[in-house]
């Protein structure tokens, strides 16, 4: 990794197994960036009260018909591509007001 990257992650933290975890979290993201196509993360994490959709989603700890929080986003084949792994959300049982 170049000295950019290290400068724009630079921590306070001297843990190594945080530093290893993000340059493995770096590396990820450059892998999904060189794709061709280039693989597309959902970002739209404010989904708070909508329909919980099981074809996009997996639930965290809690099943619910509505979503409550993202844990994790979705991943897509390309940005309007089908779903190449599902992301994982809370689920509740009533929808916020």
Same mark, same amino acid.
């Given at each position: 990794?170049?000295?950019?990257m290290?400068?724009?992650?630079k921590t306070e933290v001297d843990d190594f197994n945080v530093k290893e975890y993000w340059h493995k979290c770096l590396e990820i993201c450059w892998l999904m960036a060189i794709q061709? &196509?280039?693989?597309s993360m959902e970002t739209n994490a404010e989904r708070h009260?909508? /329909?919980f959709?099981? !074809?996009?989603?997996?639930?965290y700890t809690? &099943?619910?018909k509505y979503i409550d929080f993202i844990v994790w986003?979705?991943?897509? /084949?390309?940005?309007? !591509?089908s779903i190449l792994y599902k992301g994982v959300a809370q689920g509740k049982d009533t929808p916020y007001i």
């Open positions: 990794m170049g000295p950019r290290e400068e724009l992650f061709d &196509p280039p693989v009260g909508e /329909v959709d099981y !074809g996009r989603y997996r639930h809690k &099943p619910g986003p979705a991943l897509n /084949v390309t940005t309007e !591509g």
